[in-house]
Structures are given as structure tokens and as C-alpha cells.
């Protein structure tokens, strides 16, 4: 009597697992394309008081029409996210030595995450489009400024991808295309 | 006894515990409902989603993108159609959005939309533009068989005979300016009073047509600046530019042309032909047909790159010879202007705006009249090179 029971609800239980997947794996399906990645979860990074490390900033210079390299030292950490955000705030600041800053003074860095692949995703505040002066070169020398900077410093980062507000934007002001990561180009930099 | 209580049990647990992941999973994963209509003069899109809508439409040529805000994955409840004006729908995850791309037969088109409450809709009217709709599909499949010609070239056979048309695109205008300079020159306003010139001079001097991306002070997107080079055939594509830099000294002219982005392209033309290998056996048909419009127009100007570098050198050669700039040289950029062009082409960068000196002179109609007599002797030096041989 009981084996019987067993058996039914066996049989069953049998029955709604097959409904189950049935449910699960049939509807209409989408292909959804991954095109930016999430954000990898934060880890708060192990700062080592006193510890620094040294990043080359690339700056504009009246001389010539060539990025400048600067160095810096910024708190070192062990987390590369962490050093990229502060080489960006470093470059936004500006230089030390009275080369030219290729950013508005009111931009500012928003986030920033690198994918496994090493696309560094790069948000900026609004400024950075508002207040661009929009001719090609400037745009160029913004856009480099910041790739060389971090393709340069950091080994895990191969590529950049500029972001606008959190969100993908056509150009700066008119001209380079920013819907593409961006490689570095060292022909841009002094030698 | 006691043992079959206990599987009992167990079952009834799993039994309840697959019932409530089965009805929870439907209430709490949201959806979005799409369907489409044709109406005697246009096609509706009706978007429904499950939770509060926040939105942006963005159009470009045979595509108008919707902008979802959300950031949880949602079902999609879509039943087949029959559109003359909607072709399909593709979806693409964004950080915290979706972007639902409806791409369209006609090439352009204009549309409406408004939204409803209770429940939430986006309703999304599409309208055929006749004339330029009817160019755009001609103008596809006159681009597909350019490139697959330029692609493969035998330079010989498909070089084209004469320049029939050439495409002068003053930069910037409308809502936006483009570059300043200190005495309030704006970039807009200088591109169209050369490019009105150029397109004069070079009509009284060429047998050619030559058409305007813009006549007056209005906002064109940088995708039909390109597409209208492509509705209408254009053999030479020339765009142009008041540069400006962060350095006060900066100064001179220049002429870009696209950057060689070609490694990416072509992996993902190898990509698409592995995943599609029929294609080019048996030609193309269907939904797959408007995916390899989608790449081939994307990577147009990558099929023209050697010759646009060539038209670059031709322009800038005379360009420094009568404006008596300094020679900045030809450089290579990530033009968004250029990317979808589908001949070659180049972007002048006449002087610098942002200099007030340069600023002065290109205000004067001796510097203009000498850009276009610049370009126009460019113009002129590249046809000899390549068409009259």
C-alpha cells in the first residue's frame, strides 16, 4: 500500500518536474547582447598607509602639438579600479609643472570599472561635453589624454570606453566617435 | 509508516516549494509587451512593460532606438508581424537600461509617439518618407554591391568611370555651434559660408553635381550627413571644419581621414560570415539581410581608407600652398561624420578657430575664397589621379 503511494507521488512529483522545465525552457526567447558590462562589486581596496606609486599623466604643451608625460605619485593600493580612478582624477586636476590641461576644470570623474577583457569604462560628469571647446583637436587631445594615461599605467587595461552621465554618447562635441573603445596612441606623446 | 509520512512530506515541500518558485517567478520577473500594426499610412508600435516606463527615442537611418530604463532582466512578449515599415527588433543590456532597436525597411522615415496610461503604453507612430525611403532602399543596394566590390576589389574593372557627384558637408549648425572663438565666431557659421562657395565654384569649373549636407543654419546628426552622401551615389565626399585646440598657439590646417579600424571590422565581417556562411553562396534574404546592412553600413569608409588617404594628401598639399598655414600635415582620426561614408573621404580642418589671429582671417573672403580654391585644385589632382588615366 505504501510502496504504491510512493510510487504515485513518485510518479507525480516525476510528472511536475517535467511540467516545470517544460514551463522554464518554453516562451518566446530574446537574444539579449551584453554590451556594457556590470560593474564588478566593490572591494574595498587595502590602502598601505605611506605607501605610493608612481603613474605618468599625459598633458598638452604650447610647445608642440604632442601629449606630455608627468609623473605622480598617488596612494598606492591593491586595487587596480581604485589607482585608475585616481590617475583620472590626478589628469583632471591638471599639471604641476604648467603643462595644459585638456579638460574643463568643471569635470569631474564619475566611476570608472574595468572588464576582464580590459575595457576601462570611463564615466565623466556632463562638463565634460558642456563645456568641451569642440574642435577635433581638442577632442582628440581630451580623448588620448586619458587612454594613453591608463593604457600606459596599467597592465589590465588595453582598451578605454568613454561614458557620459553613465550613458554612451555620440562624440564630445561634433567629431571623434566615442562609440567605440578607444586604443592608446603613443605616436600622440613627445618624444 | 513513519517513512512514508516523511516522503510524503518531502514531496508535498517540493511540490509547494516548485509552485511558488513557478508563480513568484512569473509575478515578480517584470515584461514588456511589443506588437505592431500597419495602418493605411503608417505602422504602430505599442511597447507595454509591467512597471513604470522612463524612456528616450533616439532615430537613426532604418533604425529608432527606444531607451528603457531597468536594470533587471525582463521577459519579452512579442507576437510575429507583418509590417511594410517595421523590419525587426533587437534588444541590447546596457548598465541600467535596455535599448530596444526597431529597424525599419525605409532607410528614413519620420515618426510620433505618445504615451498612454493605465496600463503604461509608448505608442510609436512610423511614417514612410516617400521620395527619400524609395532612394534609401536603391541606395542600400547600391552600396552592398559597391562594397562587396571594394571589398574584393579588381581595382581595374570596378573603378568607376567619372565623378558624378560630390558631397560638400559644412560641419556643426543648428543647435549646435560647434567651436567659438574669442570674438564670438562660430564654426557653424563659417563651414556654410565655404561650403556655399565651394559648392558654386565647383559647379562653374566641373561637369559634376555637387550636394549639400546642410543649406542652411539646421541640426543634421552625423549619421545622415553620411546617409544623405549615400542616397545619393557620391563619388567624393568632402567635410569641413573650423579646428580649436586647448593651446592658445595652436595653429595651421590639416586634413583627416578615417582612422584604420579595420582589424575590429574585419573580425566582425568574418564573425557575421561564419555565423551567416549561406549568405554569400546563395545570396541574402529576410531579417539577416537587414543585420548585414547594419555592419556593411557601419563600416563603410573602411572599404575606401587608401584612396581617402590619397584625397587627404591632394587637399592638403594645396591647402598650405594658399592659405600660407602652417602645414599640420594629413592625420588619421575616428571621424564619427566619416564612418558611414561609402566613398572616399576626407575632413578639412581649415584653420583654428580657437586662435584669434586665424580667427580674424578666416572670417575674410580672401581666406575663403582660398579654402575653396584649395580644396577645389585637391578635388581636381585626385580626379586626375584615379579617373583620368
Not at chain 2, 124 to 132: A, T
Not at chain 2, 194 to 204: G, P
Request: contains cysteine; hydrophobic residues 40%.
Amino acid at each position: 500500500m505504501d510502496r504504491k503511494k510512493i510510487a504515485t507521488l513518485g510518479f507525480l512529483f516525476v510528472v511536475l518536474v517535467v511540467l516545470a522545465v517544460i514551463f522554464f525552457k518554453s516562451g518566446i526567447k530574446e537574444k539579449i547582447l551584453p554590451t556594457l558590462p556590470a560593474p564588478p562589486p566593490e572591494v574595498e581596496p587595502l590602502t598601505q598607509p605611506g605607501l605610493t606609486r608612481t603613474v605618468v599623466l599625459f598633458f598638452l604643451s604650447e610647445e608642440d602639438t604632442f601629449l606630455h608625460p608627468e609623473e605622480r605619485e598617488i596612494p598606492a593600493t591593491q586595487s587596480v579600479v581604485r589607482e585608475a580612478k585616481q590617475t583620472v582624477e590626478e589628469l583632471i586636476k591638471g599639471s604641476k609643472k604648467g603643462y595644459i590641461s585638456p579638460f574643463p576644470p568643471e569635470a569631474k570623474l564619475r566611476e570608472l570599472y574595468i572588464t576582464p577583457q580590459g575595457v576601462a569604462y570611463v564615466d565623466f560628469t556632463k562638463e565634460i561635453v558642456e563645456k568641451h571647446l569642440s574642435g577635433s583637436s581638442a577632442e582628440i587631445s581630451t580623448i588620448f589624454s586619458v587612454v594613453n594615461s591608463l593604457a600606459y599605467n596599467f597592465d589590465s587595461i588595453n582598451k578605454v570606453f568613454i561614458l557620459i552621465e553613465g550613458r554612451e554618447r555620440e562624440t564630445l562635441g561634433g567629431h571623434i566617435n566615442l562609440s567605440r573603445p578607444f586604443l592608446p596612441l603613443y605616436d600622440l606623446i613627445a618624444k | 509508516m513513519s517513512c512514508s509520512c516523511l516522503s510524503k512530506k518531502l514531496i508535498a515541500g517540493v511540490v509547494l516549494s516548485l509552485f511558488l518558485s513557478m508563480t513568484s517567478g512569473s509575478q515578480i520577473q517584470p515584461f514588456v509587451k511589443l506588437s505592431v500594426r500597419d495602418y493605411e499610412d503608417f505602422s504602430r508600435i505599442i511597447i507595454e512593460p509591467s512597471f513604470p516606463l522612463s524612456f528616450e527615442i533616439e532615430k537613426g537611418s532604418s533604425f529608432l532606438l527606444v531607451k528603457i530604463a531597468i536594470d533587471v532582466p525582463f521577459r519579452i512578449q512579442k507576437d510575429p508581424f507583418e509590417s511594410r515599415i517595421v523590419r525587426s527588433f533587437g534588444w541590447t543590456k546596457g548598465r541600467d537600461y535596455y535599448i530596444l532597436t526597431i529597424k525599419t525597411k525605409p532607410v528614413d522615415f519620420s515618426y510620433d509617439y505618445f504615451v498612454l496610461n493605465n496600463p503604461t503604453q509608448l505608442v510609436i507612430d512610423f511614417y514612410e518618407v516617400d521620395e527619400e525611403g524609395r532612394r534609401g532602399r536603391e541606395a542600400d543596394k547600391e552600396i552592398k554591391s559597391r562594397l562587396d566590390s571594394a571589398l574584393s576589389r579588381e581595382k581595374e574593372d570596378s573603378a568607376p568611370q567619372e565623378i558624378k557627384t560630390i558631397i560638400v558637408d559644412p560641419g556643426h549648425g543648428g543647435m549646435e555651434p560647434g567651436a567659438k572663438g574669442k570674438f564670438g565666431t562660430l564654426e557653424k557659421d563659417i563651414t556654410l559660408a565655404i561650403a556655399l562657395k565651394l559648392k558654386t565654384f565647383i559647379e562653374r569649373n566641373m561637369p559634376v553635381r555637387v550636394v549639400l549636407t546642410r543649406t542652411g543654419d539646421t541640426s543634421v546628426s552625423l549619421e545622415r550627413r553620411a546617409a544623405i552622401a549615400n542616397y545619393n551615389k557620391a563619388d567624393l565626399f568632402v567635410s569641413i571644419h573650423a579646428n580649436s585646440s586647448f593651446r592658445k598657439d595652436a595653429h595651421g590646417s590639416e586634413t583627416f581621414f578615417l582612422s584604420n579600424e579595420s582589424t575590429d571590422d574585419e573580425a566582425r565581417r568574418l564573425a557575421y560570415l561564419e555565423n551567416n556562411p549561406a549568405d554569400f553562396d546563395e545570396g541574402i534574404g529576410g531579417d539577416s539581410q537587414d543585420e548585414l546592412t547594419m555592419i556593411l553600413w557601419d563600416m563603410a569608409q573602411s572599404a575606401y581608407l587608401k584612396e581617402s588617404s590619397t584625397f587627404a594628401e591632394t587637399i592638403q598639399g594645396e591647402l598650405n600652398f594658399l592659405l600660407r598655414t602652417k602645414d599640420r600635415g594629413i592625420k588619421q582620426a575616428p571621424f564619427k561624420v566619416l564612418t558611414g561614408v561609402a566613398c572616399p573621404a576626407v575632413l578639412v580642418e581649415i584653420a583654428f578657430i580657437s586662435n584669434p589671429e586665424e580667427e580674424r582671417k578666416m572670417k575674410t573672403e580672401w581666406f575663403q575664397n582660398n579654402v575653396v580654391e584649395a580644396i577645389y585644385r585637391g578635388l581636381e589632382n585626385y580626379i586626375n589621379l584615379y579617373y583620368r588615366k
